[in-house]
């Protein structure tokens, strides 16, 4: 069994790494190089890197990496997944189900293996997959940055979509890969995790503070203003950091804080690059004539673009950004952000491992085609 975990882990990581060498290899054949073409590319991305460095890293990321390893440490995650079992209610599991992305603060590099432990475990099909598919499109950071940068009405219609989605999808697994709940009810079991002694209010107040910090760092109000509520914020957040959490459990909290920020921001920053470069070397026409209109063309071409590609967490949003920029319709680039989270090349040759060749297509395309529907919806209002 060992065995099969590592050659599954082996041809996981040489999947993506073709992945990766074969974008290289598409992106030198056919960039044009002629004239300064190169040199205006390389400057569009060290500008745009620039303007996300100084608009979103230390007053949205920063707080948000922080808010998503707080969550890791102090909520409990086994209590949570526990709900996801066949013999649970459906009415408590979907809701858990599409809504724990953001409550575990799952990226796109950690939602694989979680899946993997709840569905061999036996958890019910239908929970499982609906928190496969909300994990990386609605944790903490996802959201926020998707305000912040592309705007408010793309984050509530992101995270919206994603828990609608999940359940409609998770239900419709379930209806048709009963016999997998019938076989497995008896087998799903979690550990327990380790008991913190703090009381919930005094956990809700710490989130509270950090999810306050920042919004108010978000707001459009006088600087003078803003500063001097985070900063309130921010002595009552030491408050509880250090009088009331023990040492150890600060230093577990920094420590999940910088793993998800050295997992994450690199890729994040290559990603901004890439869009500053997309912006300079994709023609307009291009985008416009592919994914300029909210029909369904349009929204198909997004999202087997997105189920095709893969986005490292957060790295869709600098990307999506700038092909709205460049005339990408509102409809697919919704449609984009759904389906190039929760698939791609290497996540989909993992599924079809773990879940066998039956359900992960009939998964791959429920996801498309509600993503698709849901694009087209989004763009029409």
């Not at 959490?245 to 990603?271: C, H, M, Q, S």
Request: glycine content about 8%.
């Amino acid at each position: 069994m060992e065995m099969i975990s590592k050659v599954r882990d082996w041809w996981n990581d040489e999947w993506r790494k073709f992945f990766y060498l074969l974008i290289a290899f598409l992106f030198f054949y056919f960039a044009p190089l002629e004239g300064g073409k190169v040199v205006e590319a390389l400057s569009a991305g060290l500008a745009l890197l620039q303007d996300y460095a100084r608009k979103h890293v230390l007053t949205c990321l920063v707080p948000a990496f922080f808010i998503a390893g707080a969550i890791a440490v102090f909520v409990k995650k086994d209590s949570i997944l526990q709900l996801l079992g066949p013999a649970a209610k459906k009415y408590i599991a979907y809701p858990i189900a599409s809504v724990s992305g953001g409550i575990l603060a799952v990226c796109s590099c950690t939602i694989l293996p979680l899946f993997a432990g709840i569905y061999k475990r036996g958890a019910g099909i239908g929970p499982a997959v609906a928190f496969l598919f909300t994990g990386p499109a609605i944790n903490v950071t996802a959201i926020f940055l998707t305000g912040n940068a592309v705007g408010w009405d793309f984050a509530f219609g992101r995270l919206i979509a994603s828990i609608v989605i999940a359940i409609i999808v998770g239900l419709i697994m379930g209806l048709i890969f009963s016999e997998h709940d019938e076989r497995n009810a008896e087998n799903f079991l979690m550990g327990m995790d380790e008991e913190r002694p703090y009381s919930n209010w005094t956990v809700f107040w710490f989130l509270f503070l950090q999810f306050g910090i920042l919004i108010v760092l978000g707001l459009r109000i006088a600087s003078g203003i803003k500063w001097v509520i985070a900063g309130a914020f921010l002595l009552l957040l030491a408050y509880l950091i250090f009088f009331k959490f023990r040492k150890e459990d600060n230093y577990e909290w920094v420590a999940e804080t910088w793993d998800l920020t050295k997992k994450i921001l690199p890729y994040l920053f290559v990603g901004i690059f890439a869009a500053g470069i997309i912006d300079v070397v994709v023609p307009d026409a291009w985008i416009q004539a592919s994914v300029g209109k909210n029909n369904l063309l349009g929204n198909a071409v997004a999202s087997v673009s997105g189920a095709l590609m893969y986005f490292a967490t957060l790295t869709e949003v600098p990307i999506i950004e700038t092909l709205l920029k460049m005339g990408m319709a509102r409809g697919p680039a919704l449609t984009l952000f759904l389906t190039g989270n929760s698939l791609s090349i290497p996540s989909m040759i993992v599924l079809f491992q773990l879940m066998g060749k039956k359900q992960a297509l009939t998964y791959i395309f429920l996801i498309c085609s509600f993503s698709i529907t849901a694009g087209l919806i989004f763009g029409s209002l």
